[in-house]
């Protein structure tokens, strides 16, 4: 792929994954799913805006609102639907076909309720805590969780197969596991850069292992990868990446 290709492909993500007014072609879109490693990239961007929110000197309950208000002004509610598809089909019984039906069907049981909740909480109490500790450091934790949201889902498109035909097989079929590396590869600036490399690789080392959970529940639970794997994973690994990151600088490391 050439470099205006590459361009096209990050224009594509931030038009699948963002608000941005950019990218919402068809040839970006394209080009966004054959490139995993664009998904990276946007995280890079979406995370040091949100490490900026962080530096604003309002009250920490005030940054337990407006740090999940300002991922939603920029990402939308698109993921936390995939979140409040999962937490339905994970509390329901059935076997494989019933849960997928669950995934497509547009109304919320208190699993998904209660899923999107925990979610919400979890970005709340970290824009609190991110406002007790050195600034610096907290820029690094929101950027560091921010790319690793987005290396999850790049993992998944990469490692992946489709449960059903939709986004989850647009995104999947046209990786292959080896091109994992290279959305890997694009995390390794914020560690070499970071104020605290080693915070930022754990952060990292934890996303992956967390995918790799998700990824293993999603092939027994519905068979493969969806679209709302795909947005539950991004939310996911944002919210562990966070409290992860916060655990590991309250402990002193």
């Not at 961007?45 to 407006?66: C, D, H, R």
């Not at 740090?67 to 639907?81: A, E, K, N, Q, R």
């Not at 059903?164 to 596991?177: D, F």
Request: aromatic share 6%; net charge negative.
């Amino acid at each position: 792929m050439d470099v205006k290709q590459r361009l096209l492909a990050v224009a594509g993500g931030f038009g699948y994954l963002t608000h941005a007014p950019v990218g919402r072609s068809e040839a970006a879109w394209d080009a966004f799913r054959r490139e995993p490693v664009s998904i990276v990239v946007v995280g890079y961007a979406v995370g040091l805006i949100l490490a900026g929110i962080i530096t604003l000197p309002i009250p920490a309950t005030m940054m337990g609102f407006v740090f999940p208000l300002t991922i939603v002004v920029l990402i939308g509610i698109s993921h936390l639907d995939g979140v409040a598809d999962c937490g339905d089909a994970v509390v329901a019984h059935g076997e494989t076909e019933k849960k997928r039906d669950i995934l497509k069907d547009t109304a919320t049981g208190v699993g998904g309720i209660v899923a999107v909740g925990l979610v919400i909480l979890g970005l709340g109490t970290a824009g609190v805590a991110l406002t007790e500790i050195k600034t610096q450091t907290a820029i690094w934790i929101v950027l560091t969780a921010e790319v690793g949201a987005k290396l999850s889902m790049a993992i998944l498109a990469c490692i992946g197969s489709s449960a059903h035909e939709g986004l989850g097989s647009a995104l999947t079929s046209m990786s292959r596991p080896v091109e994992s590396l290279y959305p890997l590869l694009g995390t390794v600036p914020v560690i070499l850069v970071s104020a605290v490399p080693y915070v930022s690789l754990l952060i990292i080392g934890v996303i992956v292992l967390t995918t790799a959970v998700i990824y293993r529940w999603a092939n027994q639970t519905f068979g493969g990868i969806s679209g709302d794997i795909f947005g539950a994973s991004n939310e996911i690994a944002r919210v562990t990446g966070l409290q992860v990151g916060i655990l590991l600088v309250s402990a002193g490391v």
